[in-house]
């Protein structure tokens, strides 16, 4: 069977659903395939994020993300809206959550810790749940 191709989504895809793709290699990458993307890009991930998941779990997002369009990614069978709080992007997919996460942009790193917490408990309580056959895909 194969894995499931999850995509984490945010208007800019700079930040929340950046720190979510890593993470999601990084705790559930023999569960499902992340990829992030958003409906516009910034010319890079945002610093303060980089930073921390390279402090918290030596994951360099500079070298293994950039920042993506809706279409630059595979068709995906999970869809996850990290917080758009305007009008999220759309992607067809068979299941869909959104996580309602703050933007942590421009604020204290501890804010972005906070953050950083619930996207990891969301990607293992997500992997739990397709593991566990609680998400049905075709």
């Known amino acids: 069977m ?21 993470l999601g290699k990084h705790f559930a990458g023999d569960v499902f395939e992340s990829y992030s993307a958003g409906t516009e890009t910034k010319p890079q991930i ?9 402090a918290i779990y030596g994951i360099d997002m500079e070298a293994t993300q950039t920042s993506k369009l ?11 809206k990290m917080g758009c709080n305007v009008v999220c992007p759309f992607l067809p997919n068979q299941h869909e959550e959104d996580w309602g996460l703050d933007d942590p942009s421009g604020k204290s790193d501890a804010a972005f810790k906070l953050i950083i917490d619930q996207i990891e408990s969301n990607v293992k309580a997500l992997a739990e749940k397709i593991k566990n056959n609680t998400i049905v895909l075709q």
């Open 2 to 22: 194969r894995k499931p191709k999850v995509a984490f989504i945010c208007v800019h895809n700079s930040c929340r659903s950046q720190m979510a793709e890593a």
């Open 46 to 54: 945002n610093q303060d994020a980089v930073r921390l998941i390279k």
């Open 70 to 80: 809706l279409n630059d990614i595979p068709e995906v069978d999970i869809l996850i």
